[in-house]
């Protein structure tokens, strides 16, 4: 019998497969619709490199000297110099790129290391979750962070997997050394070895001095490429960049005592809010559980959750150090950040771990999940029919209503091909969804719900690239 070519890209090709999603859930949208360098004084740093050629200290919007290191801002101005101005397919594409390159080297590490289904659904999540789709397709450095961030702390983990903290590989001093380049030594250095500190000690494997010594190598390392950057600067801009760069870490500590005041309510809603709208899925799961009285006292709980912690997989112990470090790092360090983008392939790895336990043993929630995005779905098919159709143009009293009639009409009439594309896709995907509903492999029903998720991103997408920007 012929295998059917999803299942044989899964069963043989799965890095690819994932890569390929990853391409289309991205490229295609990022350079539609107008782009303005207008409130985008990221994107206005690449540009004066273009401008004026200079690539090391080049001015910001408003003529104010930079200082942070401008790793994205040279890529965005290499992927323009060949067309010779910032486009915003050109500008998007550092952030694209690294999404890509992070979901890849996601699936290879925990894939290899753990069950293979458990880091495919985790990869998925990823691609299909808001937050990450968002970052993936804005001219900011937070995606291109987060991808040296977390590929650094896979080749930690492997130095002291594979070679026991012995003979620094040069991929680490690289990798975080980039990531210094991209948005300063806090969040790009000091960061990932705050969680490989903390995941050594909690290994109980080696003496504080050896962990001292790893953690000095590997941050010593790392600073070779961003003081080429820093000497290079201080050279050209003097007192000046000094003083901007002194301010810069004044401000951060004001912020710093002052989001030590907020609520973190406000920050896990954020990070809920990231994981859309998979966090319905395990909202939905808690319906039906059983409250009973713990036979065991608190203490005693606590001291068996600690020991279970300490003898957990080194994979899941290093993701549960990252999610909890990154995540409280965020919540003080970065209070205005819309999503904590390195933490989130950690915290996937968790999630598909428990979709999986809900696949298995919670059957309805699955079913339950995917009636309600198939619904969801089918409703936003049936207003976007009308809109083509412009009968909420003839019949709706608000103005609001008129505009986005007009738009997705003019939408369908300008993008016709690729739009009416992924309506299709869509429409393929919500009646594969509702086939499988009638099945009993819940496992094919949380893949359907998956894919009627990414034709929803795809669309959506076509959308919004168009009218936003």
Not at 87 to 104: D, E, R, Y
Not at 355 to 371: C, D, G, S
Request: glycine share 6%.
């Amino acid at each position: 019998m012929r295998t059917p070519t999803l299942q044989y890209l899964y069963l043989q090709k799965p890095i690819t497969m994932v890569i390929v999603i990853c391409i289309i859930s991205v490229l295609p949208w990022i350079g539609m619709g107008d782009f303005s360098l207008k409130g985008e004084p990221y994107t206005a740093v690449a540009v004066s490199m273009l401008e004026t050629g200079n690539w090391v200290l080049p001015q910001a919007a408003g003529g104010e000297t930079i200082y942070q290191p401008p790793l994205g801002q040279w890529l965005i101005a290499a992927f323009s110099l060949p067309q010779g101005h910032v486009s915003k397919f050109t500008a998007c594409l550092p952030s694209a790129l690294a999404f890509i390159l992070l979901i890849g080297f996601t699936l290879v590490f925990f894939g290899k290391r753990l069950r293979f289904q458990q880091a495919f659904i985790a990869t998925l999540l990823l691609i299909t979750s808001l937050g990450m789709h968002r970052t993936a397709m804005q001219p900011r450095a937070d995606m291109l962070l987060a991808a040296f961030v977390v590929i650094g702390l896979f080749q930690l983990y492997r130095w002291e997997d594979q070679r026991e903290l012995k003979g620094l590989p040069v991929g680490i001093p690289l990798l975080l050394g980039c990531a210094v380049l991209t948005q300063g030594m806090t969040r790009g250095l000091l960061l990932p070895l705050f969680v490989f500190g903390i995941y050594l000690s909690m290994l109980r494997k080696y003496s504080r001095l050896i962990q001292f010594k790893a953690l000095l190598y590997a941050g010593i390392s790392s600073l070779f490429l961003p003081l080429l950057w820093y000497i290079a600067a201080w050279k050209q801009g003097g007192d000046a960049f000094l003083n901007a760069m002194l301010a810069c870490w004044g401000k951060e500590d004001g912020n710093l005592i002052a989001s030590l005041f907020i609520l973190p309510a406000l920050h896990l809603l954020k990070l809920l809010a990231g994981f859309a709208p998979w966090v319905l899925f395990f909202f939905f799961s808690l319906f039906g559980c059983r409250l009973y009285k713990p036979a065991k006292s608190a203490k005693k709980i606590l001291t068996e959750c600690r020991e279970h912690i300490r003898t957990m997989e080194k994979e899941k112990l290093l993701s549960l150090v990252a999610s909890v470090c990154i995540t409280c790092f965020y919540f003080i360090m970065d209070p205005g950040s819309y999503v904590i983008t390195p933490a989130y392939p950690f915290i996937a790895i968790f999630l598909a771990q428990y979709a999986l336990y809900i696949t298995e043993y919670r059957t309805k929630v699955t079913r339950v999940f995917a009636a309600f995005m198939a619904t969801i779905t089918a409703a936003s098919l049936a207003i976007i029919g009308l809109s083509i159709a412009k009968v909420p143009s003839r019949i709706a009293q608000s103005q609001p209503l008129q505009t986005i009639a007009e738009h997705l009409s003019d939408l369908f009439a300008a993008h016709s091909g690729l739009t009416i594309f992924t309506f299709a896709f869509l429409l393929v995907t919500l009646a594969t969804t509702y086939y499988q509903m009638f099945k009993k492999i819940n496992i094919k029903i949380l893949y359907a719900t998956i894919a009627l998720t990414f034709a929803a991103h795809l669309l959506i997408d076509g959308i919004s690239q168009t009218f936003i920007y």
